[in-house]
């Protein structure tokens, strides 16, 4: 497993070296481009230092020749003539150059894009419970974003102006070495300088991501819908807004502080070029007056200056590109520290498929899971508790959730001081079978590790000790993607997309004609609610679907699973965000669902845990009951406490937002009681 490093700004330099192939990797496609860019940029580099030499011949030859003849008007005609071409030949040359540097940079950066979206998809559920939402979104867009320059126009930037330097310094000196070294003296003093207000701008560029990042994670948070109904509801605007406001002036002034960081160096630099010429002209006239000398044309002298001058532009932007490049590095780091967290949960190399007529019996054998501790991404985001990749297996067991669950290595942060906290165990010792089509319900006090335990059947998260089995098959010899066909899943708070209802129907499966759409839809009792939205089936169900009513989306969601038809079906159920019609059409759509499957549902329903085949009460993460409704009730143990409390010792079918549903179908609103 490939550790995430730490991103101190002391450590970026040293480590830069390693991410120079890394980031040559992403270029190396390309290569063939990339050596066609280098060709033109060397070419046009060298006809950048050709103009001088045809300037000086200009002087010395054809306009005042230094034999004392008059004016060559032939030869400045053929001088003029090649100067033009000289410049045409370059700009043609630049503009290729520029398409296929933006081209190379834009498609390699897609690509950049592209592999870090497709690897978090392959995180686990966990990674993503424990990191902010707009952390990885900053570090997909703002973060990739940052990294442009380097991989559109900073390479080439480099390569052309060192090209013109070295060119331009070798014309000097070809003309007179004695007034090059005058216009090289300070260089030295210069680079110096340079690599210092670089480690500054890298310290300042690190902070701007931070809280860019922080201002992202804050957006999200608060302007997703969920977000400002919070706000709102809470009453929470005013300090959402000093939250942001807050973020904003950092960021603002790191902003300013980083674009003003060596302004003052590059003023030297620039007010250094700028006197060079007088210098130099100083120097010639002594040199000339001398005689000792060399003789100093005046041709050799406009040459000289107009190549001096010509060194300026690039030999600032190469310092300037180098800050750019240091800068960029600080963002390569971060991104390939996400590339380089390992999936905690992927296909083992001899994964099975999960044979298609398999019945669907779900077993689990003594199985014990603890959540993992979140550890701390070095290139840490303000509040990045970003969860690692953990060695599985070994240590641990026990009773009642106290016992310590095995020890998983967190990956270095804050360079290895971060202890995990000891950890709970959420399952333990859990040993079930559910045979297949039955129906088996998961009943318990909240948090008593309902939800969890079902979450392992389709590996969402992984077992510490003991297995999941699907007929026979431990779900980790499966492969993901045939455990994810045979499970279905509706969740309390079922997830719709910003897209149609046909769209979000065929999520499950996308060639559903519209047939099949409109009998799933009718099966899970929403056909004709669908029907009433002046678009029919393709309405817009809203981010969310937040346009959706609670009953609406979970019967879409029901639906939806239809449509999958998977031989497991995992059912949360919801009634407490339900009103009581609502509640009663969705039960009617469980009822159509739940048949000829499969079903573990985490029940809230009288009917749901009455009808059960297999009732398995859960405390603490363990199961402390198992059998049916009448057997466990004849227990007096805590089911029967559940049962009295929660179902009214039978006579309470479920309870909703609008009031409590009984078993002989009235209802009394408003609730006395809603939590349960
Ligand atoms: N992502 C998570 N990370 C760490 N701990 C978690 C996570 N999700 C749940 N837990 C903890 O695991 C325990 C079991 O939670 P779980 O959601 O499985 O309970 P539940 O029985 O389904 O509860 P409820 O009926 O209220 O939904 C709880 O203590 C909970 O706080």
């Known amino acids: 497993m490939r550790s995430a490093q730490p991103l101190s700004s002391s450590k970026v330099s040293d480590s830069e070296s390693s991410l120079l192939p890394r980031i040559w990797a992403l270029l190396r496609p390309y290569r063939g481009w990339l050596a066609l860019v280098g060709a033109a940029i060397v070419v046009s580099a060298l006809l950048g230092v050709v103009p001088p030499f045809l300037t000086r011949a200009v002087f010395d030859r054809a306009l005042f020749p230094t034999d004392g003849s008059g004016v060559h008007l032939t030869l400045l005609l053929w001088l003029v003539l090649a100067m033009i071409a000289v410049t045409l030949v370059s700009s043609l040359i630049s503009v290729g150059q520029s398409y296929l540097t933006t081209k190379v940079g834009n498609l390699s950066m897609a690509d950049l894009r592209e592999r870090l979206f497709a690897h978090l998809e392959k995180m686990e559920l966990a990674f993503f419970t424990s990191t902010k939402t707009g952390s990885i979104q900053s570090r997909l867009a703002n973060d990739v974003g940052g990294v442009r320059s380097v991989l559109t126009s900073t390479a080439s930037s480099i390569l052309s102006n060192a090209v013109t330097v070295a060119a331009s310094l070798i014309a000097m000196v070809l003309l007179s070495w004695q007034l090059t070294l005058l216009a090289v003296a300070l260089l030295p003093g210069f680079v110096y300088l340079q690599r210092r207000v670089g480690a500054r701008r890298r310290v300042l560029a690190r902070k701007t991501q931070e809280s860019l990042s922080d201002m992202t994670a804050i ?23 000093a939250r942001y406001r807050s973020e904003n002036a950092r960021q603002t002034e790191l902003q300013v502080r980083q674009a003003m960081a060596g302004q003052g160096f590059f003023a030297v630099v620039g007010t ?37 001058a010509r060194l300026l532009q690039p030999l600032v932007s190469l310092m300037r590109v180098t800050l750019d490049v240091q800068t960029s590095m600080a963002l390569f780091r971060r991104i390939f520290e996400y590339l380089d967290l390992q999936p905690a949960i992927v296909d083992r190399p001899a994964a099975v498929e999960l044979p298609a007529d398999s019945p669907g019996k779900v077993e689990l054998d003594d199985v014990h899971f603890a959540y993992p501790t979140p550890v701390r991404l070095s290139t840490a985001d303000p509040d990045p508790v970003a969860l690692r990749s953990l060695g599985r297996g070994g240590g641990g067991g026990g009773m009642r959730g106290f016992s310590a669950p095995p020890t998983r290595t967190p990956v270095a942060a804050d360079e290895g001081r971060t202890e995990p906290r000891p950890r709970r165990w959420a399952v333990a010792g859990t040993s079930l079978v559910v045979e297949p089509g039955q129906l088996a319900a998961f009943v318990g006090p909240s948090g008593a590790g309902k939800t969890t335990l079902c979450y392992l059947v389709p590996r969402l998260y992984e077992v510490d000790r003991g297995a999941v089995r699907i007929d026979g098959f431990d779900v980790r010899d499966l492969t993901m993607s045939s455990l994810a066909d045979a499970v ?87 009634t407490s965000a339900l009103d009581t019609v609502s509640e009663r059409l969705v039960q009617r759509a469980l009822a159509e669902v739940m048949r000829g499957r499969t079903t573990l549902a985490i029940a809230h329903r009288l009917s749901t845990i009455a009808h059960a085949d297999v009732i398995f009460v859960i405390d603490e993460g363990e199961l402390v009951e198992r059998g049916t409704h009448a057997e466990l009730l004849a227990r007096q143990g805590l089911y029967a406490k559940l049962h009295a409390e929660q179902f009214g010792g039978g006579q309470v079918e479920c309870r909703c937002t609008d009031g409590v549903r009984f078993t002989d179908g009235t209802v009394l609103a408003p609730s006395s009681s809603r939590e349960y």
Not at 221 to 239: D, I, M, W
Request: charged residues 20%; negative net charge; proline residues 3%.
């Open 219 to 241: 957006t999200e948070e608060a302007l997703s819908v969920s977000g400002v109904l919070l706000t709102k509801v809470f009453n929470q605007s005013e300090a959402e807004l």
């Open 272 to 308: 250094f070029m700028a006197i060079t010429p007088a210098l130099v002209y100083l120097l010639a006239g002594y040199l000339i007056s001398d005689g000792s000398g060399p003789a100093i044309s005046a041709g050799t002298l406009v040459a000289f200056s107009t190549l001096q």
């Open 488 to 574: 279905g899943m509706v969740t309390q708070d079922p997830y719709l997309f910003h897209a149609s209802i046909a769209d979000n129907l065929r999520y499950a499966k996308p060639d559903a004609t519209d047939a099949e759409l409109h009998d799933a839809a009718t099966a899970a009792n929403i056909h004709d609610r669908i029907l009433a939205f002046d678009d029919s089936y393709d309405t817009l169900v809203g981010e969310r679907g937040f346009r959706l009513s609670g009953g609406e989306k979970q019967r879409l969601a029901i639906a939806r699973v239809l449509l999958k038809n998977p031989r497991v079906l995992i059912l949360d159920e919801a």
